[in-house]
């Protein structure tokens, strides 16, 4: 029998009064390690701080990283809003299927109806991690428990925030004396399942402490499939900031998929029979990735209403949740030609503009052109040009971190990023493999499209993407995507392009000044065009 001997005042911070009434008060006193819960002056209850993490915020992506984690072996508290989620939640865990829920995890899933119970189960430095909606729920979460945290507990927001948010709060946070870690997690839900994408940044004293928890459930690559997709990314919102760019990319890579799709459709008239078997082929080479896994797998499904194939039933408006967009907003703050991922973004604005298409359709005329070309050849063109285009995306997406690095004064490992996203992620795919082999051999590479195994590809590409995109043009198919890669790539190699003309009418107008291509960089000049016009 253990004998504890205390004495408190009824003021003291320690101790808080669940509840009082004339016959009855109970009251709980926190001490370093163990919860003590007194009932009319009698000890009724004796708890040691037991779970290795806590997590709020039970939606799907939360259940599934507490599963997760429990899987793993650890002990894990849960909290939410509503009880009646959390009660349903851990209440359902014993019958979940053991693929799911493995041997032993419904023990080490831990809920709690108070939030200040669901604080003092955790072990220290207590580790909480928030999955909720981003913006002010994130904002309204962290202030509620730096009530009841200490200095040096960690604060983890795992869900989808902007990255200047992110940032905000690992500044407020450190002057407070939390510890914080702003995280990108991606592979959806059965990702946060079986393993995701784990992208963590903020105060690196914390890294240490979450680590293990969640290079354990991250996803795992390499000959062994032992190495984890997680590792520290940088400073404050730098692990946000990665996602945003993984994010983007998975616009631009889903954007070009789709342009392959109704490039192949439009000109060859290929069934969805026909196109399962195209994207099945692709899967087996350099193009090999889950988008193009799911593309393939998309074809095959019917539609249970009509029995027609149910890609043909589906309203063609895509949707977004706004990542793609914050990415083409920095990079336009930051000056970074990221023209892929924008005409992604914009793609999926005009497709939601329907009934004006509709209307549009009926009275704005195109090209009457039919394709009279080698079928099996223009197949192997247009995949082509999906991989040199994929090129590009990834390329611009690289620039804008190396861009947003130097702005922020983070120290990002290019390569070890390419790792992160080789599994679990949505953008998961071989071509990444050589992408980190790219950065490795040259840490500083400015630009994946200088790599000389990239050089290569792209080069032998470039023929058979010209073909697709002038195809495209002369039948009136959108390509917006293919269009954009094809545009960049050939403004990037070009050492002079027409911004002289555009630089001479902003002095014009203006006298906004230029340079001169005779004198150092740096020295300006302005002409005054009026009177210099009227001389000649």
């Known amino acids: 029998m253990r004998r504890i001997l205390f004495h408190f005042r009824m003021n003291s911070p320690q101790i808080r009064t669940q509840s009082s009434t004339a016959a009855h008060r109970v009251i709980k006193v926190h001490f370093s390690d163990e919860q003590i819960l007194i009932a009319n002056s009698k000890l009724v209850a004796f708890q040691t701080m037991q779970n290795d993490i806590g997590l709020i915020g039970l939606a799907v992506m939360g259940q599934n990283l507490v599963l997760n984690m429990a899987n793993h072996g650890f002990s894990v508290a849960v909290y939410n809003r509503t009880t009646e989620t959390m009660d349903e939640f851990v209440g359902g865990l014993k019958d979940e299927p053991v693929d799911k829920v493995w041997e032993g995890t419904a023990d080490r899933v831990h809920g709690y109806k108070e939030i200040e119970d669901f604080v003092a189960s955790l072990k220290r430095p207590r580790r909480v991690m928030i999955m909720v909606k981003a913006g002010g729920p994130v904002d309204a979460v962290i202030q509620q428990l730096k009530g009841l945290l200490e200095p040096g507990d960690i604060i983890i927001d795992g869900g989808n925030s902007d990255f200047v948010d992110t940032n905000r709060r690992s500044k407020e946070l450190r002057e407070e004396g939390f510890q914080f870690i702003g995280t990108g997690v991606s592979g959806g839900e059965e990702g946060a399942l079986k393993g995701p994408s784990i992208m963590p940044g903020g105060h690196v004293d914390a890294w240490p402490h979450v680590k293990d928890i969640l290079q354990s459930i991250s996803a795992k690559v390499g000959p062994n499939d032992d ?202 795919s071989v071509f990444l493999e050589d992408i980190k082999a790219a950065f490795d051999k040259n840490p500083q590479l400015e630009n994946l499209l200088l790599d000389d195994f990239f050089k290569k590809a792209i080069n032998q590409a470039q023929p058979a993407w010209r073909r697709v995109v002038a195809t495209a043009v002369n039948m009136g198919l959108p390509v917006p995507g293919f269009s954009a890669a094809l545009t960049y790539y050939d403004g990037y190699r070009r050492d002079r392009l027409p911004a002289n003309l555009l630089q001479a009418q902003r002095d014009y107008f203006g006298a906004h000044t230029y340079e001169r291509i005779d004198t150092p960089r740096g020295e300006t000049f302005h002409t005054d065009w009026i009177r210099e016009r009227n001389l000649t």
Not at 279 to 308: C, H, M, P
Not at 383 to 396: D, E, H, P, T
């Open 227 to 428: 190495i984890p997709c997680c590792d520290w990314v940088g400073e404050d919102g730098a692990g946000h900031y990665v996602k945003m760019v993984h994010n983007g990319i998975e616009y631009g890579d889903m954007q070009l998929i789709c342009e392959a799709y109704f490039i192949l459709k439009h000109t060859l008239n290929l069934s969805n029979e026909e196109l399962y078997q195209v994207f099945k082929s692709w899967n087996q080479g350099e193009l090999a990735s889950y988008l193009i896994e799911i593309t393939r797998d998309i074809f095959t499904v019917k539609d249970e209403k009509t029995g027609n194939d149910l890609v043909d039933m589906i309203l063609d408006t895509a949707k977004q949740k706004g990542t793609g967009k914050w990415m083409s907003q920095h990079a336009l703050d930051l000056g970074v030609p990221t023209t892929l991922i924008t005409e992604a973004v914009y793609a999926r604005c005009l497709s939601g503009q329907k009934d004006a298409r509709v209307r549009a359709s009926e009275v704005l005329t195109g090209p009457d052109v039919t394709f009279d070309g080698d079928r099996d050849q223009f197949i192997e063109d247009v995949r082509q040009a999906l991989y040199a285009s994929k090129l590009v995306s990834y390329a611009q997406g690289y620039v804008q971190l190396d861009a947003a690095a130097a702005e922020f004064g983070w120290k990002l490992n290019n390569g070890n990023i390419a790792l992160l996203w080789r599994g679990g992620c949505i953008i998961r």
